[in-house]
T-cell receptor, first 112, second 111 residues
Framework: SQTIHQWPATLVQPVGSPLSLECTVEGTSNPNLYWYRQAAGRGLQLLFYSVGIGQISSEVPQNLSASRPQDRQFILSSKKLLLSDSGFYLC???????????FGPGTRLTVT | QQQVKQSPQSLIVQKGGISIINCAYENTAFDYFPWYQQFPGKGPALLIAIRPDVSEKKEGRFTISFNKSAKQFSLHIMDSQPGDSATYFCAANTNAGKSTFGDGTTLTVKP
């Protein structure tokens, strides 16, 4: 069966520090991968999605970036965090673009 | 701009009652409409989904109704239970991979 992992589960970082969140999927090949951010009490904002290695589409201009160094690995990064980057970050995968998505457990990021 | 409007923002239902959550979209390129359930501190989980060539889909106590001409779809939870208390999100997907989510509905089922 397929499993999606995210780490860390929680993170507290000072403003201006770098960020690296990792997401890995097991049990499938060539998944479509997604990064979302969810503000408290709000919906999901699509940040990046990837249909293959090295293929990243950015949805929202910001100080975040994403990379896909391996087929089942998706990394969200920032060189300098802002207070507004605080939120719940979710990674998801799907078999097909536009199909049902399966979400990871999320990372709670607090920028202080 | 792609948008999905979800209502109500919050909903309180008595145990055994029917919970109804509505969503409306604008972009006719959307061709897949999933609903997700999210418990506090957890990632959303797929609940049920529908394609626009079907007007209704039922899975257990959960039913999606879809009105293509009105560009609206809704989730009905029959015999609502306290364990159904969660936040529910509708979404609309294009076959290009983009998903647009509604802002969510927080459902509270009172025992």
């Amino acid at each position: 069966s397929q499993t999606i992992h995210q780490w860390p589960a929680t993170l507290v970082q000072p403003v201006g520090s770098p960020l690296s969140l990792e997401c890995t999927v097991e049990g499938t090949s060539n998944p479509n991968l997604y990064w979302y951010r969810q503000a408290a009490g709000r919906g999901l904002q699509l940040l990046f999605y990837s249909v293959g290695i090295g293929q990243i589409s950015s949805e929202v201009p910001q100080n975040l970036s994403a990379s896909r160094p391996q087929d089942r690995q998706f990394i969200l990064s920032s060189k300098k965090l802002l207070l507004s980057d605080s939120g719940f970050y979710l990674c998801a995968w799907s078999v097909q673009p536009g199909g049902e998505q399966y979400f990871g457990p999320g990372t709670r990021l607090t920028v202080t | 701009q792609q948008q999905v409007k979800q209502s109500p923002q919050s909903l309180i239902v008595q145990k055994g009652g029917i919970s109804i959550i509505n969503c409306a979209y604008e972009n006719t390129a959307f061709d897949y409409f999933p609903w997700y359930q999210q418990f506090p501190g957890k990632g959303p989980a797929l609940l049920i989904a529908i394609r626009p060539d079907v007007s209704e889909k039922k899975e257990g106590r959960f039913t999606i109704s879809f009105n293509k001409s009105a560009k609206q779809f809704s989730l009905h939870i029959m015999d609502s239970q306290p364990g159904d208390s969660a936040t529910y999100f509708c979404a609309a997907n294009t076959n290009a991979g983009k998903s647009t989510f509604g802002d969510g509905t927080t459902l509270t089922v009172k025992p």
